[in-house]
């Protein structure tokens, strides 16, 4: 078999691997509210870490999670509108001394925990504040809307890591994650995402998408799906 249909095969799998995680159920909006004028809400993302990613990070591999949090307000007869986003940043790696998953966020330094607990951790937003009600309109629909992006990295993207989580670089750009000057060794990098995502180590992104709202007397009333 030629390598350009080699090529082809491992293009057809990747794409039924990624099937997998879109199917189910995924994720949880709930108390959806106002909290000392602020609109918060708590958010949880079901079966975050498969276990081959368990097994991943076990063997050193060091994956870069994002939430990116937008609140859209709906428009009749115009584009919908970002009223306003916030996004969270984190980093998890696996410290084999202490047989424990390290957490590194921006406003915290790293955090051993089980595996129980980095799951909760890297899965719930809590409490999540995210806009005063004030900038909000009496008579508007509102929806939240949560994209969570999970990256696998290595050593060599230290630097680049460093930037995302000081919030110097807005998005982890594969290009800096994986970049490489001799075209074999962007070949291999090529070939090594694909075993990534065949193995289930690989980019995941889900994005969610809350039940309609709107403000009432300062309270946050859902709207019947229809």
């Given at each position: 078999m030629n390598?350009?249909?080699t090529y082809y095969?491992?293009?057809?799998?990747l794409v039924f691997s990624s099937l997998g995680f879109s199917n189910g159920k995924k994720y949880g909006f709930e108390n959806i509210g106002v909290e000392e004028g602020v609109l918060i809400f708590d958010f949880?993302?079901?079966?975050?870490?498969s276990e081959d990613i368990i097994r991943g990070l076990r063997?050193?591999?060091?994956?870069?999670i994002e939430y990116q949090v937008q609140l859209w307000e709906e428009r009749r007869h115009w584009f919908d509108r970002v009223v306003a986003e916030k996004s969270i940043?984190?980093?998890v790696g696996y410290d084999s001394w202490e047989q424990s998953f390290i957490l590194t966020r921006p406003e915290e330094g790293p955090v051993l925990l089980s595996e129980s607990h980095i799951q909760d951790r890297c899965s719930r937003l809590d409490g999540f504040?995210?806009?005063?009600?004030?900038q909000l309109k009496a008579k508007g629909r509102y929806t939240l809307v949560v994209k969570m992006i999970l990256q696998p990295l290595s050593v060599d993207n230290y630097e680049e890591i460093k930037r995302?989580?000081?919030?110097?670089?807005?998005?982890l750009n594969p290009r800096n994650l994986k970049s490489t000057e001799s075209p074999d060794e962007k070949a291999g990098d090529w070939l090594l995402g694909l075993v990534l995502n065949l193995t289930g180590f690989g980019d995941r992104a889900i994005t969610a998408e809350s039940p309609a709202f709107h403000i009432e007397n300062g309270s946050v009333v859902l709207e019947e799906e229809e």
């Open positions: 390598h350009k249909g095969i491992f293009a057809i799998l949880e993302l079901f079966d975050l870490f063997k050193g591999m060091t994956a870069a940043r984190m980093k504040h995210l806009v005063d009600l004030n995302w989580l000081a919030g110097e670089v807005q998005e």
